[in-house]
């Protein structure tokens, strides 16, 4: 890759950022806060050690449903589901790993594997939905999350599956310390980075390979790209509907491990976070499906809100980070339309311009 | 009729675009009330010149006159505004929408902005009586047919007050007793002193209807002739619109053998509705031939070719090699030696947006040596695109660009060299080098004759009719989807192949299908 | 079935869903299924619900699919709450309908002038309107006597409501009697005229205006083209863009004016989460419905009785499973008569299972009526997504002039 191409695909996401800077500056100069002092104190705050394990910590959760979400993206799927999935094959994973009293190296395959499992056939009905019934995936994958959140509430509420688990909270069976992912005190002695952080990695690992790798990745790409150009090429458009729809919800079904494994009370429990999911989609978005892209993407968004938590203390409502990544998502698909459009005319212009330079020294 | 006064005047009328010129020095003259047919082979300019005329592109020079007034157009509202009406040949309508809001859309009668129904069905139910056009007006389009579609379209330009008429290949969707209504009704159009003009290839259906008809070939008008007065036959046309060009291909000896590669039986492929697009074909073709398809477009070509890629369904047995392959998925045909020039590069033949080595690998993603069948080998096709870009020309700063940034003849010379570098044993080539400068499309011959020599089987399918006498061992005509006539290519000329592809008789070059 | 009139056909299906419930109601011996306070419940919480389906409806039927309804109903609370405890709850109506429509210009320039994927765009919409609305809800409210850091202070004032007693009061006497079929009529019309807010009587009649003005007139064929055919309507003269704007405009205001009925009829003040996805219910009414204003009114009266059954007595929610399964199994044999023999077989599975559950429990769970509207829009779009007919262009960029 060329310095220029480079320079072209960071130039929309950092505009972007400028731009919501801009944005929250605007906000908050109008409701007059004083802008450098906020900024000021987010940044110490963030910058602390354990902000900065808390942040990387969030980052791992994010990362994975973002690579759920842009595996889908690559082939124009849109798996608005990751955040019923994700819930799902959490509480189902945890459930599991609380009933087994396994040692981690056991334990530990089994739960992912739940997890993915969960994840994957919930995500498995919207793909069967639209490739064999022609139903919209974005649809289908909305009502499954509202349908997941009362399967969930049911389980926990009405089944013994769920049981007091934290303070006034029900939740699944706690998993015992065998089965955790804790992780270690890296940056902070208070304060661990959690140990699904290795797995985080890895996936982004897979997913750069099998996209860029694999033959299957090439006929996910080609899909995304052209879908009568794949189908002429070889490739099965329903199956790899199908497939990819499965893939997505696996990882979707694993992004609620992190905190799962390593961060108390190890249950799943009915004040679970929710919402990772949109957030996956928002980061997916920014990093344009590439994985490194995504972790940058995860780490500023996991930076805005660990550090927003100081913004409560300095008067100003902490919300603003959830305007500023707002306005960051807007503008960056913006950009990007922008830039797609510039880029294939301009590489038109430079071709031509670089065969006549050639013929030119040629003759 | 020959003195009716003009009312439209084309004069003079250049339009370039990037590397070719669409239209050079266009004269026409189109009288009122008479049909004027324009006819010319395809990519000869007659898309560009109604586009022009119907105020969707400028000309770079030229005046057009409407009824004596000389007029600019800036957009289809002022040609609209002018009396002029087109009906595309991609009909432009809303299947969601009942037949008479698509009619009324943007000219609605209304009062205190409330559609007046009553007021629009009656002015449309006397248009339809007086000009014989019959459509239901309350029904949905979706429920409708091609003939009542274009009904549709012609009533849509009548309502706005269009005394000038474009209908653009008109015919090309229509089954016979359709062609038959429509040609009634123009008679009719006639009659009410509305000028049409009318833009086919159907030599036959030019001559039954047409009172002038001019010949387009290569951009220029070559001649205008009035068929009522002067003696002329559709071989006469075919001749004026093929014209003699510069480079022929020659293949010259047999190279057949009798291995036969490729055997498809009672090949049928329907539409939606169960309309046949492909009607009951069988053809063979042996190692080393080229079994050239000779047709109008539209007449099922696309359609054989998706069938035996396996992109679309279809009835009929397909063997291969000796073995029955009806059943093989696209990929399965590509892993076993099916190569595959598409129709429409862009939509079937390349990833606009990806590198050049990206496309290289498209549709051979399996295959060395773009991947060992599960990894892909980049640094291997890296350096096969680098050979193919060599080897066939392709002019390109490098391997790494957007195929979108190529110019379509070095894209298509990219999917040449791509589809012989697999070592096909059967290849599908449709229009190889339509959109490809002449230096590149001799080449593109060179190397189709080559792998014919090499035992190739190669079904040809193309517009360019010299290309397909030229190359080609035997030549099938193809019209409404059946085999209608096959042809000697040592034998035949492009007239009577032309002439053959209209249907309309048979001549020495020519026999009934076998 | 096919020869009768549309209204006859219609007035067929309400008085055997109207049967189905009645038997619903005998077996699973619950009279609140169909009494007045339900049916008067369920009439207020379809109102929210169904704005946002006619909000998704209008943006749809111009080629725009607005996942974003959330975002800009989210900003409509706030608009409401903070007006409506300033000024009144007329200001607090008005309020929501102008934030949801700045939500819905900002929708609007990303899609239809720059062509972003309007499923992305309104998803990003979502997260902005929900950030935009908590903070500035907190600025607003915090110090706000009354109010909270995600709670405004009480709306200044009641909206008028009317009941008409002398309809409502004799019926609701009928309903209690708990005669087949007739005395649930008697409920739900008696529910229909008691405590009727006046934002419930501005929803139908923006229904019925919305029906008359997209397949009347001139303004609605048109609107109607950008998102059937955009380029056949470019040929002709129709200004695509400007369509495409107004149908978006108009959308987010009925999504604000939704925000609005919950935040000042629902509860009086403006309060975080209050949306509670019924945006998304509000899309998935739109699809029930067809893209067509009375089946999505249909669609969001149901999916609102369903959401009260769950506030109320849990021997609803038998009464409701029945139902379903009744309707299942009716729908099942309709099926096996004109053939349609897999999905009869599957519904006549499903609502088998359904019963054997009724039978075998006494107590169900408030959950399944919290799934029920969602499952329902799965079950219509995986059995009838043939005879659906979305606008044929919806969800796809437009940029003008590429047709040619």
Redesign the interface.
Known sequence: MSRQKILNSLAAPLLAVAFSLVVVTI?LFA?GSNVFEVFNAMAVYGTSPRSLTLMLNLATTYYISAVAVAIGFKMNL?N?GVNGQYMLGGMCAAAVAGSLNLPGVVAIPITIFVAIAVGAAWAGVAAW?KSA???SE???T???N??A???I??TI??TNVGRPAALNVRGTEIIPPNGRMVGWNLLSPSIKVYGFIIVAILIGVLYWFVL????????L??SG??A??A??????SKRMVVITMLISGGIAGMVGLPDLLGNDPYSYTLNFPSGYG?TG??IA?LGRNNPIGIAFGAILWAFLDVSSQILDIENV?R?????????I??AV??AY??V?RN??KS??Q??GE??AQ?ESSAS | MIDAPVAVKLAGIWKRFPGVIANSDINLDVRRGSVHAIVGENGAGKSTLMKILYGMQKPDEGTIAINGNEVIFHSPSDAIDAGIGMVHQHFMLADNLTVLENIILGSEPTKRGVINQQTALTRLTQLAQQYGLDVPFNSFVSELGVGARQRIEILKVLYRGASILILDEPTAVLVPHEVDELFSALSDLKAEGITILFISHKLDEVLAIADEISVIRAGSTVATVDPRTQKVSADDLAEMMVGSELPTPETRGSTVTDEVIIDVRNLSVLTAAGKPLVDDVSFKIHAGEILGIAGVEGNGQAEIVDAL?G?IKSSGVLIYNGGDISKW???????QGFG?I?EDRM????????PLW?NK??????LKPN?N????T?ADAKNDTARIIDEYDV???SID??A???SGGNQQKLIVGREMSSDPKFLLAAHPTRGVDVGAQSAIWDHLRKARESGLAVLLISADLDELIGLSDTIKVLLRGKFVADANPVTVTPQELGTAMTGVKKSDGIEAAS | MNTKSPSIRIFAFFISAMTLLSISRIFADTNDLTSRGTMAAAFGLAVPIGLAGLGGLWSERAGI?N?GLEGMMILGTFGAGWAGWQWGPWAGVLGAVTFGMLGAL?FAI?TVS????Q???G??????????A??L???AFSNAPGGGQSQSPPVKGLLPSVTIDFIADPLNTLQQKGWFVISDLAGMFSGLFYHLSYLTILTVILFVLTGWTLWRTSFGLRLRSAGESPSAAETLGVNVIRYKYIAVIISGSLAGLAGAYLAIVGTNVYRGGQTA?RG?IG??TM?FGNWRPMGTGIGATVFGYIDTLQLRDNANIRGLVLFGALVLIALAFLGLRSGVRATSLAFLIIGSALVGGFLASTNM?P??A??A???T??LV???A??RLRPPATAGMAYRKGESH
């Open positions: 906000i409701f849109f608005i939905l019934r022609g139903v974005v649809i289908s909305i009502m499954l509202f349908i959140l009362g399967l509430s049911y509420i009405r860029n790798r694999t033959v299957f990745g090439y006929d790409r080609a790209l052209s009568s150009a189908s002429a090429s070889g490739v099965n949109f989609i928002a978005l409502p919300e603003i980070v959830t305007i500023m990544q707002g306005v998502v807007l698909v913006v339309e922008l797609r880029r294939v590489e038109q430079n071709v670089a065969l050639k | 890629m992109i998925s696209t990929r399965k045909r590509r892993e595959f598409p939509r079937q033949g390349l990833l606009l947006e990806a990206e690998m498209l549709g051979h993603q399996t991947s069948g599960f990894l892909l980049p002019r390109t700063p660009v957007f979108s940034a190529l | 699919v996942i900002l990303v720059f062509g972003v994927d499923i992305i765009a998803t990003a919409i979502n997260i902005l309107g929900l950030g935009l908590q903070f809800a907190k600025l996805g998304y899309l998935a699809i769970a959950e399944v919290q799934v509207p969602y499952v829009t799965l779009l995986a059995t997504s043939q």
